[in-house]
Nanobody, 123 residues
Framework: QVQLVESGGGLVQAGGSLRLSCAVS????????MGWFRQALGKEREFVAY????????YYPDSVKGRFTISRDNAKNTVYLQMNSLKPQDTAVYYC????????????????WGQGTQVTVSS
């Protein structure tokens, strides 16, 4: 059973930065591509970032491109999301998840999920 634990969320002012971490249990971390999603209150969960198993390929939606960076450390079984120039509309619960589908950007391709970490950006 794969378990994911997110951390690093909090309250930040607009224009600020946060770095989220997602620690993944198990010895098969490098066999998974990883993704970050977010869900704002009353809205559907949406794709934020994808990283391939080796870390060499990343995808972002236009809403965060140039501001967010996903990375991973396979030796530490951890994936990160560096978020810069944060905006109030980035406020949401952020989730990490595993996928075995290359290039996956939709929820249905992800299987294991963490419990989420709250990010609140004040104006």
């Amino acid at each position: 059973q794969v378990q994911l634990v997110e951390s690093g969320g909090g309250l930040v002012q607009a224009g600020g930065s946060l770095r989220l971490s997602c620690a993944v249990s198990g010895r098969t971390f490098s066999s998974y591509a990883m993704g970050w999603f977010r869900q704002a209150l009353g809205k559907e969960r949406e794709f934020v970032a994808y990283i391939s198993r080796s870390g060499g390929i990343t995808y972002y939606p236009d809403s965060v491109k140039g501001r967010f960076t996903i990375s991973r450390d396979n030796a530490k079984n951890t994936v990160y999301l560096q978020m810069n120039s944060l905006k109030p509309q980035d406020t949401a619960v952020y989730y990490c998840a595993t996928t075995q589908t290359p290039g996956a950007t939709t929820l249905r391709n992800y299987n294991n999920w963490g419990q989420g970490t709250q990010v609140t950006v004040s104006s």
